[in-house]
């Protein structure tokens, strides 16, 4: 069994853009296929680039705020309460246009 709270664990930058703040909840390790398990925060105006992980899903969950994401060109805004699921090879970004903070959970499941 492992309890954890985010309250005691420290913020970190995302590989994308280091400005944007995660707390990582699962390593990359812990549990087998599963790259990460994290809670992150993007304040008005910051973004990550398009990118893909030919390797991995990403599952975003958003729990505040809305967000833009770009999904192979088309732009979807997901509101509290949506998930989107990001499959292997799609091209994808993320930002937060909005006038407050946007804090989802989300996750990576390895293919390889």
């Known amino acids: 069994m492992k309890l954890t709270s985010l309250n005691n664990l420290p913020e970190q930058g995302v590989s994308?853009?280091?400005?944007?703040?995660?707390?990582?909840?699962?390593?990359?390790?812990?549990?087998?296929?599963?790259?990460?398990?994290?809670?992150?925060?993007?304040?008005?105006?910051?973004?990550?680039?398009?990118?893909?992980?030919?390797?991995?899903?990403e599952v975003y969950h958003i729990q505040k705020g809305k967000a833009l994401f770009t999904v192979e060109g088309k732009e979807l805004i997901l509101n509290v309460g949506d998930t989107i699921t990001i499959e292997p090879g799609e091209q994808h970004a993320q930002a937060n246009p909005f006038d407050e903070d946007t804090t989802w959970l989300y996750f990576g499941i390895a293919t390889d």
């Open 16 to 57: 994308h853009n280091p400005e944007i703040k995660k707390k990582v909840i699962i390593q990359k390790g812990e549990i087998p296929q599963l790259m990460n398990f994290s809670s992150a925060t993007f304040t008005p105006g910051q973004s990550v680039e398009t990118h893909a992980h030919n390797t991995m899903f």
